[in-house]
């Protein structure tokens, strides 16, 4: 059974830092997407940012500039590097990736458990 497991997460002060990090958790063959998304108490969960197999990056308009997606595919690692943290990016950050467990399985999207991220002011 494969898993996305997150690391990373924790309290911060506003302005600070923090880098997430998300890996499968079992072998897989391939990941195409991967991504993070978020999830504030009584919200719904929203794209962060999203990066494919090849580096192409999309960003949510309120991370622009602050937030960096990253990817290692040698070790099937996705990172978000976030700076200048805001109060408002107080959430659980959840982790995807679109997994192929082996050459003849088909491709499904995985999500890992999440880690809260918590920015005070």
């Known amino acids: 059974q494969v898993q996305l497991v997150e690391s990373g997460g924790g309290l911060v002060q506003a302005g600070g830092s923090l880098r997430l990090s998300c890996a499968p958790s079992?072998?897989?063959?391939?990941?195409?997407?991967m991504g993070w998304y978020r999830q504030a108490p009584g919200k719904q969960r929203d794209m962060v940012a999203v990066i494919s197999s090849g580096g192409r990056t999309r960003y949510a308009d309120s991370v622009k500039g602050r937030f960096t997606i990253s990817r290692d595919n040698a070790k099937k690692t996705v990172y978000l590097q976030m700076n200048s943290l805001k109060p408002e990016d107080t959430a659980v950050y959840y982790c995807?990736?679109?997994?192929?467990?082996?050459?003849?399985?088909?491709?499904?999207?995985?999500w890992g458990q999440g880690t809260q991220v918590t920015v005070s002011s």
């Open positions: 079992g072998s897989v063959f391939s990941i195409n997407d």
């Open positions: 995807s990736g679109q997994i192929r467990r082996s050459w003849a399985l088909q491709e499904y999207d995985y």
